[in-house]
């Protein structure tokens, strides 16, 4: 089973693009579900974190303020806003599943990845 992660691109710095996740809910109902980044040469960071009912989020120091991330459970779409976008966050974005805490899957344990999108910020 597999998370289907779309939307990234090319946008200048000041930007904003959308991130989709796909997700089927039979499979994942009751997960948590998140965002992580991997720029160029760097290792894989935390980025952003929802639980199943939306209510709890957490972000990285360096996405807070600047980005959101939601989800629709009757889409079965989890989403990343991400407004005044910087060159320092071009990155391939992965969309990531745990069935557990909030906290666990920030720490990188995660149960399923999806494949990446690259967004890349340039003018």
């Known amino acids: 089973v597999q998370l289907q992660a779309s939307g990234g691109g090319l946008v200048q710095p000041g930007g904003s693009l959308r991130l989709s996740c796909e997700f089927p809910v039979r499979v994942f109902s009751k997960y948590v579900m998140g965002w992580f980044r991997q720029a160029p040469g760097k290792e894989r960071e935390f980025v952003a974190v929802?639980?199943?009912?939306?209510?709890?989020?957490e972000y990285a120091d360096s996405v807070k303020g600047r980005f959101t991330i939601s989800r629709d459970n009757a889409n079965n779409t989890m989403y990343l806003q991400m407004n005044s976008l910087r060159p320092e966050d071009t990155a391939v974005y992965y969309c990531?599943?745990?069935?557990?805490?909030?906290?666990?899957?920030?720490?990188?344990?995660?149960?399923?990845w999806g494949k990446g999108t690259l967004v890349t910020v340039s003018s």
């Open positions: 990531a599943a745990r069935a557990g805490s909030p906290g666990a899957l920030k720490g990188g344990q995660v149960d399923h």
């Open positions: 929802i639980s199943w009912t939306g209510g709890a989020k």
